[in-house]
């Protein structure tokens, strides 16, 4: 093995100085093949949906997606209105005014639903009229009087559109399902079906990020007008927190880039003392995460919330492959006084140990492309290949510019890089490090034994989390609206369950209908810890409304006919009546139905024995119908279940590969083990801590343990590459670590400080990741 790395290190300054001969002719090479891969980012698109955590394939977002082709979006804006009295005309007048005001200047919606147009069914004589709750506007208090026990008495308004105290109601906005980009919806307004037909056919865009965003920001305009004392406003729902999320991580991965390029920058100044030691990784860094981003963009992988770690990671990653030869570059360079030598002599003695770092740290990551969660996924492909890409351009690129660009020889007692031999306070404090680890190594082991065994008890503390409302700032106006609405009207996202018959006119089955209306009666009661279903209706309460009408509006006929002819007749009578409220419960056949279910936004894993429950009573009330469970609160908590499930996984596979690696890279086995042992220790630490102080386990805190492993295992190859190298040499241990420590321990010292920089960055972040 010893005589294939040196042969590999020869080759290595050989390629070195090939390059050096050519290097207008390699920088052209690779100009061209950047520009190339940079032209694809104007491709790049954003995804922050809950919906675009699991992959399209996954029959989790099949079923779901099928849903929203039927039934349309169910991520609905929910703007809630409280007063001191809501059923008064000045209150009312000024509601009508909002309702209409969001209906013309909101861009996106498919419907808009309040107190001034709620389904109001009644009968009058032999005609059904279904017409808006406020169609006939009050003139008197005694009409209000009228309207507001109207109101009240409807079970289906009750936590829908009024909360139970009557202080508080709401507008609920429905935005379309599918995108408008390349579409005129003009031409599409009448052919809903056609659409859905033609959405299965040619995967037509659902409503984008973009456009969700229009929405939000377009209803916080409108709404800002009218806010009152006596007139406050809450504004809510899944797609407000979308929008939040999206505009809080535009503005974190500014403030990350440019916190990072300061703080990188002036690091490399104070260590190197020199401009090009500060410009030239910069450059690489921007490069490789230029060309990473390309490449999701000429994928079509959008940029999502997990994602935004890649900048701050490229960077860390990017510079350390940098310091590695620039270190080794400006140590020869100012005793051969030769450029060309430099840089053949710092390839050759850095290139292998920065191939290697990166195929290891690559491997650690692509250990995440198997990751059913698809953000963690995309990360895993996307970062492992820009790790790859910050290589090549490390051993590529970086030599061609240090051929081209002028470089001083410097003789300065300052220049902590160059001049090796000096006795500074990094000299100082590496040779106090290399004295205690050689000189005391039994009480180190026990000490790093105590503290993992202490770590692993901490590991065993560990929960795992995905509550994406906790993600904001405990003062931001969409949480603090969401848990108002959570709690005065019981649930701000849906719960979805489909019915499917599998027969034409199913649903005219009173048995399967009276069944319906037992789970939404049972659902309505259900409370499993801190999740609650705040209420449930579907196609069974239009047919008790119209049941109600057709008989005299007596209170006692709201219920469900009994007769499965006369159920078709009153169902007919309501289509017939000029609403389309059918249309959101039932498919044109009649075979499928759906029950909506308000449920609270709440940490995803505590729906776990919610939906068990759940489960459990739709599969014994329906065995001969096929349940389709689906909506935001079941993709939130599937997203968990995928994430625990991969977790495991990924750290395996990332475990198995950089063993391996290492084992090739040091040539023995037993030693290419025992290596692995302080590049796990730091992972088992960093876990225990998360468990002690009680930091759950989540999408972002889990990429934690993969990453480390892969940016621990950097160190020890460099280290052990250099070990090597000296032990053979003298055949000293002892020599060899100091040498090892007062040569690539400068860079590795280094290197970990802007690695630490990249991620403590972090803790600035709007978005609290933990």
């Known amino acids: 093995?010893?005589?294939?790395?040196?042969?590999?290190?020869?080759?290595?300054?050989?390629?070195?100085?090939?390059?050096?001969?050519?290097?207008?002719?390699?920088?052209?090479?690779?100009?061209?093949?950047?520009?190339?891969?940079?032209?694809?980012?104007?491709?790049?698109?954003?995804?922050?949906?809950?919906?675009g955590f699991i992959h399209k394939s996954d029959p989790t977002r099949v079923d779901y997606d099928t849903f929203?082709?039927?039934?349309?979006?169910?991520?609905?804006?929910?703007?809630?209105?409280?007063?001191?009295?809501?059923?008064?005309?000045?209150?009312?007048?000024?509601?009508?005014?909002?309702?209409?005001?969001?209906?013309?200047?909101?861009?996106?919606?498919?419907?808009?639903?309040?107190?001034?147009?709620?389904?109001?069914?009644?009968?009058?004589?032999?005609?059904?009229?279904?017409?808006?709750?406020?169609?006939?506007?009050?003139?008197?208090?005694?009409?209000?009087?009228?309207?507001?026990?109207?109101?009240?008495?409807?079970?289906?308004?009750?936590?829908?559109?009024?909360?139970?105290?009557?202080?508080?109601?709401t507008i609920v906005i429905q935005t379309q399902t599918y995108s408008s980009v390349g579409t005129d919806s003009d031409a599409m307004d009448g052919f809903e079906d056609d659409a859905k037909i033609i959405n299965t056919t040619n995967d037509k865009q659902y409503l984008t990020d973009k456009e969700n965003s229009e929405v939000v920001a377009a209803v916080n305009k409108v709404a800002k007008k009218y806010e009152s004392p006596d007139f406050e406003i809450y504004i809510a729902g899944s797609a407000a927190v979308t929008h939040f999320l999206k505009q809080s991580m535009i503005k974190d991965v500014r403030r990350f880039l440019g916190l990072a390029f300061i703080t990188v920058g002036a690091f490399l100044f104070i260590m190197f003392r020199r401009i090009t030691g500060v410009v030239l990784p910069l450059l690489i860094v921007i490069l490789s995460l230029i060309s990473t981003i390309s490449l999701m963009a000429a994928f079509g992988a959008p940029i999502k919330l997990p994602t935004q770690i890649l900048p701050s990671f490229m960077l860390a990653v990017s510079v350390g492959y940098s310091v590695h030869i620039l270190a080794m570059f400006y140590h020869n360079f100012r005793k051969s006084r030769s450029k060309e030598e430099a840089i053949v002599y710092s390839i050759g003695h850095s290139g292998l140990a920065v191939v290697m770092t990166a195929v290891t740290t690559a491997a650690g990551l692509f250990s995440f492309s198997t990751s059913e969660v698809a953000p963690i996924a995309d990360v895993g492909i996307f970062a492992g290949t820009g790790v790859l890409l910050a290589m090549v351009y490390t051993i590529i690129l970086l030599p061609a510019l240090l051929a081209i660009i002028p470089v001083k020889i410097i003789k300065n007692k300052k220049d902590r890089f160059e001049d090796m031999a000096e006795d500074t306070a990094i000299d100082r404090f590496l040779a106090k490090i290399g004295r205690i680890s050689t000189g005391h190594p039994y009480k180190i082991l026990i000490i790093s034994t105590v503290i993992i065994v202490?770590?692993?008890?901490?590991?065993?503390?560990?929960?795992?989390?995905?509550?994406?409302?906790?993600?904001?700032?405990?003062?931001?106006?969409?949480?603090?609206?969401?848990?108002?609405?959570?709690?005065?009207?019981?649930?701000?996202?849906?719960?979805?369950?489909?019915?499917?018959?599998?027969?034409?006119?199913?649903?005219?089955?009173?048995?399967?209908?009276?069944?319906?209306?037992?789970?939404?009666?049972?659902?309505?009661?259900?409370?499993?810890?801190?999740?609650?279903?705040?209420?449930?209706?579907?196609?069974?309460?239009?047919?008790?409304?119209?049941?109600?009408?057709?008989?005299?509006?007596?209170?006692?006929?709201?219920?469900?006919?009994?007769?499965?002819?006369?159920?078709?007749?009153?169902?007919?009578?309501?289509?017939?009546?000029?609403?389309?409220?059918?249309?959101?419960?039932?498919?044109?056949?009649?075979?499928?139905?759906?029950?909506?279910?308000?449920?609270?936004?709440?940490?995803?894993?505590?729906?776990?024995?919610?939906?068990?429950?759940?489960?459990?009573?739709?599969?014994?009330?329906?065995?001969?119908?096929?349940i389709t469970v689906?909506?935001?609160?079941?993709?939130?908590f599937r997203t968990v279940v995928h994430a625990i499930a991969s977790m495991t996984k990924s750290y395996i596979y990332a475990l198995i590969v950089i063993t391996i690696l290492m084992i090739l890279l040091i040539g023995r086995f037993r030693i290419?083990?025992?290596?692995?042992?302080?590049?796990?220790?730091?992972?088992?630490?960093?876990?225990?801590?998360?468990?002690?102080?009680?930091?759950?386990?989540?999408?972002?805190?889990?990429?934690?343990?993969?990453?480390?492993?892969?940016?621990?295992?950097?160190?020890?190859?460099?280290?052990?590459?250099?070990?090597?190298?000296?032990?053979e040499e003298s055949k000293d241990a002892k020599f060899a670590v100091m040498e090892t420590l007062h040569t690539t321990g400068r860079a590795m010292l280094v290197t970990s400080c802007v690695l630490s920089i990249g991620f403590f960055i972090f803790i600035t972040s709007i978005i609290s990741l933990h």
């Open 630 to 636: 689906t909506g935001m609160s079941a993709l939130m």
């Open 454 to 626: 202490f770590s692993i008890a901490g590991i065993m503390k560990i929960r795992f989390s995905h509550d994406i409302l906790k993600w904001l700032p405990k003062s931001n106006s969409v949480r603090l609206a969401t848990e108002k609405i959570d709690k005065e009207l019981r649930g701000s996202v849906s719960l979805e369950i489909i019915l499917d018959t599998g027969k034409e006119n199913g649903l005219y089955d009173p048995d399967i209908l009276n069944r319906m209306e037992k789970t939404a009666a049972y659902l309505e009661t259900l409370e499993v810890g801190k999740v609650f279903a705040g209420k449930a209706w579907s196609l069974t309460t239009i047919l008790k409304e119209t049941n109600r009408a057709l008989n005299e509006n007596r209170k006692e006929f709201y219920a469900i006919p009994q007769n499965k002819k006369l159920i078709a007749q009153e169902l007919l009578l309501f289509e017939n009546s000029g609403s389309d409220d059918i249309e959101d419960f039932t498919d044109s056949q009649f075979s499928k139905a759906r029950l909506m279910v308000k449920v609270p936004f709440v940490n995803a894993i505590a729906y776990n024995k919610f939906l068990e429950t759940v489960n459990d009573h739709l599969e014994k009330i329906y065995p001969d119908v096929k």
């Open 1 to 51: 093995m010893t005589t294939i790395r040196n042969k590999m290190e020869k080759w290595f300054g050989s390629f070195a100085r090939t390059i050096y001969h050519n290097r207008l002719k390699t920088l052209f090479i690779m100009l061209v093949i950047i520009t190339a891969i940079v032209s694809q980012i104007p491709k790049l698109t954003i995804d922050i949906s809950t919906e």
């Open 672 to 727: 290419g083990l025992l290596s692995m042992v302080p590049n796990l220790a730091p992972i088992i630490t960093t876990l225990g801590i998360m468990g002690w102080l009680n930091i759950p386990m989540n999408l972002f805190t889990m990429l934690v343990g993969n990453i480390a492993i892969g940016l621990a295992v950097d160190d020890t190859i460099h280290f052990m590459h250099n070990f090597r190298r000296y032990f």
């Open 68 to 169: 929203r082709d039927q039934f349309g979006r169910d991520e609905l804006i929910v703007i809630a209105v409280r007063s001191h009295e809501v059923f008064e005309a000045k209150f009312l007048k000024k509601l009508k005014k909002l309702h209409e005001d969001l209906f013309e200047n909101v861009p996106y919606i498919e419907d808009i639903t309040s107190l001034i147009n709620a389904r109001n069914t009644r009968g009058e004589k032999d005609e059904l009229i279904v017409e808006d709750l406020l169609e006939n506007w009050p003139k008197n208090p005694e009409d209000i009087t009228v309207i507001k026990q109207r109101t009240l008495d409807n079970p289906l308004y009750k936590n829908l559109l009024i909360s139970e105290d009557g202080k508080m109601t």
